[in-house]
């Protein structure tokens, strides 16, 4: 592949978790968590029903309408989606 400029090309064993729920506001998700040692420890979270993925970890659900702007969700959809996410992407670990 001549025409091609690599800037990375890595292969690495990773976890994902797949998860469906409904929420008490009746919303249902699909998502796909993956686990990898990329990302400063924040994990890939892909809503399966839309196909949109995010890097997330715990100071990312703090920021204010930051899941319902990436997800599409509205206000009282992402704080249940953020309930569940606190569970599953723990902290932020730096490794630099």
Do not use: W
């Not at 399966?48 to 970890?57: F, H, P, V, Y």
């Not at 009282?76 to 723990?90: D, H, R, S, T």
Request: glycine share 6%.
């Amino acid at each position: 592949m001549p025409d091609y400029d690599f800037m990375s090309d890595t292969t690495e064993d990773t976890s994902t978790r797949f998860v469906t729920f409904i929420t008490p506001g009746m919303k249902r998700f699909d998502l796909s968590i993956t686990t990898t040692s990329r990302f400063y420890g924040k994990k890939l979270v892909t809503d399966l029903q839309n196909g949109i993925t995010a890097i997330l970890g715990a100071d990312d659900l703090e920021e204010e309408g930051y899941l319902a702007h990436v997800f599409k969700l509205s206000d009282e959809e992402a704080a249940e989606l953020e309930q569940f996410l606190y569970f599953v992407v723990g902290t932020v670990n730096f490794t630099d």
